[in-house]
């Protein structure tokens, strides 16, 4: 079965960063786009990053300057670099692989960031 393992959350102080990772099995991975989401507590989850099978990526404005995501096809892996962290990254974050305009959609179990002082 498809299985998305999210690691690397953890509790970190602003201006500090963290690096996501998430192991893909069960699935064609150079064949789907991946990508980063969140949902914070009373928010909506909301897409941080995505990079596609061609290795294009696109960030929500926040994330832009300070995230950067990467994939490894080889090792069926993508990783979102997080830098200068603030408050507001705190959430639940979420690996996302969709392929055939999300006829295939899986998600991972998520990893909590905490972002405090």
């Known amino acids: 079965q498809v299985q998305l393992v999210e690691s690397g959350g953890g509790l970190v102080q602003p201006g500090g960063s963290l690096r996501l990772s998430c192991a893909a099995s069960?699935?064609?991975?150079?064949?789907?786009?991946m990508g980063w989401y969140r949902q914070a507590p009373g928010k909506q989850r909301e897409l941080v990053a995505v990079?596609?099978?061609?290795?294009?990526?696109n960030y929500e404005d926040s994330a832009k300057g300070r995230f950067t995501i990467s994939r490894d096809n080889a090792k069926n892996t993508v990783a979102l670099q997080m830098n200068s962290l603030k408050p507001e990254d705190t959430a639940v974050y979420y690996c996302?692989?969709?392929?055939?305009?999300?006829?295939?959609?899986?998600w991972g179990q998520g990893t909590q960031v905490t972002v405090s002082s």
């Open positions: 996302n692989a969709n392929a055939a305009n999300r006829q295939f959609d899986f």
């Open positions: 069960g699935i064609i991975f150079n064949a789907y786009a």
């Open positions: 990079i596609n099978s061609g290795g294009r990526t």
